[in-house]
């Protein structure tokens, strides 16, 4: 069995969505304070539904607005064309400026540079902005960094800067950071291994309903890692993340109704549970159940194959 580690705040397929709604509600802020270049970007997005839905009234809300601040709006008065990709083209906007030395605000920012939403994709800005939110103790922030960090997204490579970050995102009890301290710590990455003290996190997250840890804890319960061995309770822990749609807990408890562990071989359950992770949009974009190993990987005692360590949200 394989642990699930969030991507918070860089896949977005992964992001909760009100991060990302909190990223855009920063954008219409400094809209409404009349800053012309968010303005635009909303209108834009709205029109485009890039990190919004679709919506032409919206879109054109903000187009208006922006038109009396400038002409960059077509001089009709309507909505600009989308381009060949269906999107509309943006213009290079910084918002870095205009955010101040809210924390909060810096994190949302940060955010939407990270996916490109609504501006230009830019990861080395996105880590300047969460770097001044994590120093002013934004524990959101810190963990998003954490992941750049770890992953060498926007800036050098430092597991170990990681690893301190996450330690101090989980102190203020952000779930993600929890989940992937966790994750560390059961893997050895760049920590000590230590199954009793990640499936503590791993707890804590899950106390907090984070359905990675769940996942997570499915797993430690099914190896018997940290924990003694118990199939019922992984199936259970299986069960409430296949919920929110973990890929990974959805094809482990597929497998556990195929040999009748923790819970009554059901061969249809099986199937009918792999395929729904199979077709799940994963980052490595391949099906869970033709993966073979990866680096995260737990060693298993069980015969039910390794999966990969990252999986998706249907």
């Given at each position: 069995?394989?642990?699930?580690?969030?991507?918070?705040?860089?896949?977005?397929?992964?992001?909760?969505?009100?991060?990302?709604?909190?990223?855009?509600?920063?954008?219409?802020?400094?809209?409404?304070?009349?800053?012309?270049?968010?303005?635009?970007?909303?209108a834009?997005?709205?029109?485009?539904?890039?990190?919004?839905?679709?919506?032409?009234?919206?879109?054109?809300h903000?187009?208006?607005?922006?038109?009396?601040?400038?002409?960059?709006?077509?001089?009709?008065?309507?909505?600009?064309?989308?381009?060949?990709?269906g999107?509309?083209?943006?213009?290079?906007?910084?918002?870095?400026?205009?955010?101040?030395?809210?924390?909060?605000?810096?994190?949302?920012?940060?955010?939407?540079?990270?996916?490109?939403?609504?501006?230009?994709?830019?990861l080395p800005?996105a880590?300047?902005?969460?770097?001044?939110?994590?120093?002013?103790?934004?524990?959101?922030?810190?963990?998003?960094?954490?992941?750049?960090?770890e992953?060498?997204?926007?800036?050098?490579?430092?597991?170990?800067?990681?690893?301190e970050?996450?330690?101090?995102a989980?102190?203020?009890?952000?779930?993600?950071?929890?989940?992937?301290?966790?994750?560390?710590?059961?893997?050895?990455?760049?920590?000590?291994?230590?199954?009793?003290?990640?499936?503590?996190?791993?707890?804590?997250?899950?106390?907090?309903?984070?359905?990675?840890?769940?996942?997570?804890?499915?797993?430690?319960?099914?190896?018997?890692?940290?924990?003694?061995?118990?199939?019922?309770r992984?199936?259970?822990?299986?069960?409430?993340?296949?919920?929110?749609?973990?890929?990974?807990?959805?094809?482990?408890?597929?497998?556990?109704?195929?040999?009748?562990?923790?819970?009554?071989?059901?061969?249809?359950?099986?199937?009918?549970?792999?395929?729904?992770?199979?077709?799940?949009?994963?980052?490595?974009?391949?099906?869970?159940?033709?993966?073979?190993?990866?680096?995260?990987?737990?060693?298993?005692?069980?015969?039910?194959g390794?999966?990969?360590?990252?999986?998706?949200?249907?």
């Amino acid at each position: 069995m394989a642990l699930e580690k969030v991507n918070l705040h860089m896949e977005p397929a992964l992001v909760p969505e009100p991060y990302q709604a909190a990223a855009v509600n920063s954008l219409v802020r400094l809209a409404e304070k009349g800053v012309t270049e968010a303005q635009l970007t909303l209108a834009e997005m709205y029109e485009a539904g890039d990190g919004v839905p679709v919506d032409h009234e919206k879109a054109t809300h903000w187009y208006e607005l922006a038109s009396l601040n400038t002409r960059a709006v077509k001089p009709d008065g309507g909505l600009s064309h989308l381009d060949v990709a269906g999107k509309v083209p943006r213009k290079p906007r910084r918002y870095d400026k205009l955010v101040g030395d809210d924390p909060l605000s810096q994190c949302d920012q940060a955010y939407m540079y990270a996916h490109g939403i609504g501006v230009e994709q830019n990861l080395p800005l996105a880590a300047e902005l969460y770097t001044q939110a994590a120093n002013r103790g934004c524990a959101a922030a810190q963990t998003s960094l954490g992941f750049m960090y770890e992953h060498g997204l926007g800036v050098p490579q430092n597991r170990e800067k990681a690893a301190e970050l996450y330690r101090s995102a989980a102190a203020q009890g952000d779930p993600a950071a929890l989940n992937n301290l966790g994750f560390l710590l059961a893997t050895g990455g760049c920590l000590p291994r230590n199954s009793r003290e990640a499936v503590g996190e791993f707890e804590k997250a899950a106390a907090h309903g984070d359905p990675y840890a769940l996942c997570n804890l499915g797993v430690m319960y099914h190896n018997g890692e940290g924990v003694p061995q118990d199939y019922k309770r992984a199936a259970e822990f299986y069960k409430k993340a296949a919920e929110h749609g973990i890929a990974l807990a959805k094809y482990n408890l597929g497998l556990m109704y195929q040999y009748g562990q923790g819970v009554k071989a059901d061969q249809r359950k099986s199937q009918s549970l792999c395929r729904s992770a199979d077709a799940t949009i994963i980052s490595r974009k391949q099906p869970l159940s033709e993966a073979a190993s990866d680096e995260d990987v737990l060693d298993s005692s069980e015969q039910l194959g390794q999966l990969p360590a990252e999986g998706g949200a249907e």
